[in-house]
């Protein structure tokens, strides 16, 4: 009897001390996803933070290009003043925003209202003075998005003119970004290698 329950306390103190191992485990794993998610939001910060700074230093119908470290995984894309469909961040004013890919979507967001929704909920916004804001690619455009929940595709923009583009950074290396200034507007380009237009 007394060697029985002397098994059973070793048992139970083993699946105790295994609980507290896992838990401190678990504990760690949080704690280092915590801060790989929470530098991924501090870079986006700053590259948004970065675009804006560039922006603001061009004087009217001046086009400035500039390198910029890409967020891997994120995507650059604006919204003109009078668009109903931009995030309550953007309220009435033009903006351009850094926002997360949609977990949901895999690479691509559709329709709009799931873009805006993404970028209101975990993306970065800066307002801008300007009517309009495009954000457009200066060579071969495609669009990677989910249409309809069907699944992700890449298609063309020329084939589906209602998506919305937007650059989606790839890759976290340095990526070069075109910029022109205008009275009433701001358009953003680039064609590079790190990333896709989408």
């Known amino acids: 009897m007394k060697n029985k329950k002397g098994d059973l306390m070793n048992n139970v103190l083993g699946v105790i001390i295994a609980v507290i191992g896992l838990s401190l485990l678990a504990y760690g794993a949080y ?10 939001s501090e870079d986006a910060k700053k590259t948004i ?17 500039f390198p910029i470290r890409g967020v891997k995984d994120w995507y ?22 850094i926002c997360p890919m949609s977990k949901e979507s895999g690479s691509g967001d559709f329709p709009f209202a799931k873009i ?11 307002k801008i003075d300007k ?39 790839e890759s976290s290396n340095l990526v070069e970004l075109s910029v022109k200034k205008e009275k009433d507007s701001i358009t953003i380009f680039s064609s590079f290698e790190g990333g896709k237009i989408g």
């Not at 915590?34 to 991924?40: A, L, R």
């Not at 933070?49 to 290009?65: H, V, Y």
């Not at 805006?116 to 800066?126: A, I, V």
């Open 131 to 169: 009517t309009s804001i495009s954000v457009i690619s200066s060579g071969d455009v495609t669009i990677v998005a989910d249409i309809f929940g069907l699944g992700i595709k890449e298609v063309e923009l020329s084939k589906y003119t209602d998506l919305r583009p937007k650059i989606i950074f």
């Open 76 to 97: 650059l894309i604006g919204w003109s003043g009078n668009e109903v469909d931009r995030p309550d961040k953007c309220f009435l004013n033009s903006c351009m925003c």
């Open 49 to 65: 933070t970065i675009i804006e700074s560039k922006i603001n230093a061009l004087k009217e119908g001046e086009t400035g290009k």
């Open 31 to 40: 704690k280092i996803y915590q801060v790989v998610v929470s530098s991924e």
């Open 116 to 126: 805006s929704k993404t970028c209101q909920e975990g993306g970065f916004c800066r």
